[in-house]
């Protein structure tokens, strides 16, 4: 039996809304100084950034000023990322079935470079908190409790639930399925 992908409409709407948020984010990396508060850009796209650039300093001024190239290194691989959810989401697009299915190769490879994006999203934010813990919080320690939970916790951790529940567990037990040579329903019935 050939090898099916259907991306749930979670997995959709997460497309959806992060990608546009990482093209905007990166912009505001990549276009640094000019972006930040008092550059040419700064207004009206990346107005936000000056209340986020205080929160965390890693998008501020401090980690400008410092040479601090964390960022810079961490939205290339957003780049890399974006790239493959956008293959992913074509793939699904211009091969889809009318249930939304996608068969064969092209949903395995689909299926296995959206896993893979996903991944690299949750990994990635890991390392991005594990960095603030090995440096002592060195860019959010200056934050009370308050405006580190609504500001910079919640956002942050949008970047490993939605990944993880959207596409990593699904995608995963196609493939443990897959690899086992059962389907979907068979799974459910063991």
Known sequence: MAFSHTPTRATLLWLL???????????YVFLRPHSMPGGSLHWPLWVP???????DHVYGWKSWNAGD?????????????TLMYLYYALTWYQNK??????????????ALVGYTAAVMTVSKTVLYWLNEYHSGFDNIGHNNW???FFLWVIPNAAWLIFPT??????????????????????AKTK
């Open 97 to 110: 079935d009318a249930s939304g299915t996608v068969r064969g190769k092209k949903a395995a490879t689909a």
């Open 17 to 27: 809304i992060s990608l546009p948020l990482v093209a905007w984010d990166a912009g």
């Open 49 to 55: 950034y000056a209340l986020y650039g205080e929160v």
């Open 165 to 186: 529940v959207t596409l990593i567990w699904g995608i995963s037990e196609e493939f443990v399925n897959a690899l086992a040579g059962s389907s979907a329903a068979d």
């Open 146 to 148: 308050f405006r580190l």
């Open 69 to 81: 190239g964390f960022n810079g290194a961490q939205s290339s691989l957003n780049v890399i990322e």
